[in-house]
């Protein structure tokens, strides 16, 4: 049972928080996974990507941060 436990905790640990940013070039909000380059989702607006990146976060048990537009870390 303990093992178990560990081993949960070391996935969740190698997972990586989701990023929220903004890809200027498709000009739309991008969803991915820290140091990931795969896209997990994209949105036409922040509201709707921070709406979706918060399911993926409950679901996974993962954390998340917000970029701003200018890719500066926002201010919770």
């Keep these: ?8 905790e070391v996935k969740k640990v190698t ?3 989701y990023v929220v940013s903004y ?4 000009k739309n909000w991008k969803i ?3 140091g990931a380059k795969r ?3 994209s949105k036409s607006t922040k509201a ?3 709406e979706r990146v918060k399911q993926l976060s409950i ?4 954390g998340f941060v917000v970029k701003k537009k200018d ?4 201010k919770k």
């Design 59 to 62: 679901n996974n048990e993962a």
């Design 39 to 41: 896209i997990i989702d």
């Design 1 to 8: 049972m303990k093992a178990q436990k560990e081993v949960e």
């Design 48 to 50: 709707e990507a921070l």
């Design 32 to 34: 991915t996974r820290d």
């Design 71 to 74: 890719g500066k870390f926002q």
């Design 15 to 17: 997972l990586g928080k």
């Design 23 to 26: 890809d200027k070039e498709n």
